[in-house]
């Protein structure tokens, strides 16, 4: 009799079923395949849905089961290194049956996962096929690795046959999982094997990882904004980018949507700054952690009596030499109508360096060789909802070439017309005009 292992988590309690069932039976799930990664020698094991799952698309347990071929110590093959892609669950080795009497030449290892934070953890995408773990191997290299075949293998069909090296092994062969995204908590979604076995002997070609850049946005208190961060994230391969895990910002809650991008909503009644990462994955194994900065004002950036003034932020320029970074204090250089004490509250990068931020000051970085001309903004808020936004130009000159001041003010408009009214004047009015203290 053909049966499956059914691993179910209900109610915080775990246990068994064993089901009855083909994977050629469902219509909906998913499908298991295994490959390996030459370059960076490891096994990445892929599933990959035929149709979207409904939602709310709960995940409640996953069992992937391989099939090597056996050796004894030391070339035995010994699953390590075990890495989930996803930040929200974990895998393990949980069953190892070595040479079973049903199939003597193979090894049999199940890898089941563990729901840590939150069940709907898979960004499925119809057809799309997406990395949910990989391991190393401790031994030595045998040859093809593939997933096991829940309806033909000789092991799948005679389970409780022991294993003559481990005869009180439990043996629970075969692949499972279970979602509510295509049926109940005891239905088997997975659906069977695809692709070609794995051979650590054979090269492969690799893939590149996604650039996931960093986002900056502003949102308005008590409302909620969609973020497209795949938008300006790229892939060398051009690989079809998906969100796979979101991490939650201090003053506000993040979830991904259906579409592939993020909903925040800042927390009840706050103004300022706020910031979160996300994971961008290629589906093959790639990925790459963004950032994104979050500005929550209050409503027209007043706050409700309506008596606050936005701060004041002038442009900027800058000059430092190739290779050198350079310290730009902001804060020396803007002010608040209303006397409210402003502070940094987001920055971006410039094309051609990064910026960070230090004892509230940040810190340009030019690329390595880089000469020529770069900009970037930096926003400031007064922590009742007004914020401003200014622009930093930086000039990178030659590493021989003397530099003069490092960071100049540019006049905003009202002080230009200070200027031309006390030169209209005959300089009666020129001392009312005083520069930004650099």
């Not at 509250?345 to 230090?358: E, I």
Request: aromatic share 8%; hydrophobic share 35%.
């Amino acid at each position: 009799m053909n049966k499956s292992l059914k691993l179910a988590i209900k109610q915080g309690v775990i246990f068994l079923a064993l089901a009855q069932a083909g994977s050629a039976a469902y219509a909906n799930g998913v499908e298991y395949s295994i490959k390996w990664d030459d370059k960076a020698s490891v096994y990445r094991v892929f599933m990959r849905p035929q149709t979207a799952p409904k939602s709310p698309n709960l995940t409640y347990s996953a069992q992937v089961t391989i099939k090597v071929p056996h050796a004894e110590s030391p070339d035995q093959f010994v699953a390590q290194n075990i890495t989930s892609t996803n930040e929200n669950l974990s895998w393990s080795n949980s069953s190892k049956v070595r040479a079973p009497i049903a199939n003597p030449s193979y090894d049999y290892l199940s890898f089941t996962t563990s729901i840590l934070n939150n069940a709907k953890t898979f960004p499925w995408v119809a057809g799309e096929e997406l990395e949910v773990f990989n391991f190393s191997n401790g031994g030595a290299c045998l040859g093809s690795v593939e997933i096991m075949d829940n309806d033909a293998d000789p092991f799948a069909l005679n389970p409780s046959v022991p294993s003559p090296s481990d005869p009180d092994a439990k043996a629970n062969p075969g692949n499972e999982f279970s979602s509510d995204g295509w049926g109940g908590d005891l239905d088997n979604d997975f659906l069977g094997r695809y692709g070609v076995a794995a051979d650590c002997s054979v090269a492969t070609v690799g893939n590149a990882s996604p650039v996931a850049a960093a986002d900056t946005v502003v949102v308005e208190s008590g409302q909620t904004i969609t973020i497209d961060v795949l938008k300006n994230d790229t892939d060398d391969d051009g690989d079809t980018l998906s969100i796979a895990s979101v991490t939650q910002g201090a003053h506000g809650s993040v979830t991904i949507s259906d579409n592939n991008t993020i909903t925040y909503t800042p927390e009840a009644d706050y103004s300022g700054a706020d910031n979160f990462t996300y994971m961008a994955s290629d589906g093959k194994g790639g990925s790459s952690t963004g950032s994104v900065s979050v500005t929550v004002s209050s409503s027209g950036n007043n706050p409700p009596n309506g008596t606050n003034e936005n701060p004041t932020a002038v442009g900027l320029t800058a000059t430092t030499r190739s290779n050198t970074a350079i310290t730009i204090n902001v804060l020396n250089h803007v002010s608040d109508p209303d006397g409210d004490i402003v502070t940094l509250s987001n920055y971006s990068n410039g094309s051609f360096g990064t910026v960070s931020l230090s004892d509230g000051k940040l810190i340009y970085t030019p690329q390595n060789a880089y000469v020529g001309e770069d900009s970037f903004s930096y926003t400031v808020s007064d922590g009742k909802g007004g914020t401003a936004v200014g622009q930093i130009t930086v000039r990178v000159l030659a590493s021989d070439t003397p530099v003069s001041s490092a960071v100049k003010a540019v006049p905003t408009l009202s002080q230009w017309g200070q200027l031309l009214l006390a030169l209209l004047l005959g300089g009666l009015g020129f001392r009312r005009f005083s520069r930004s203290k650099l």
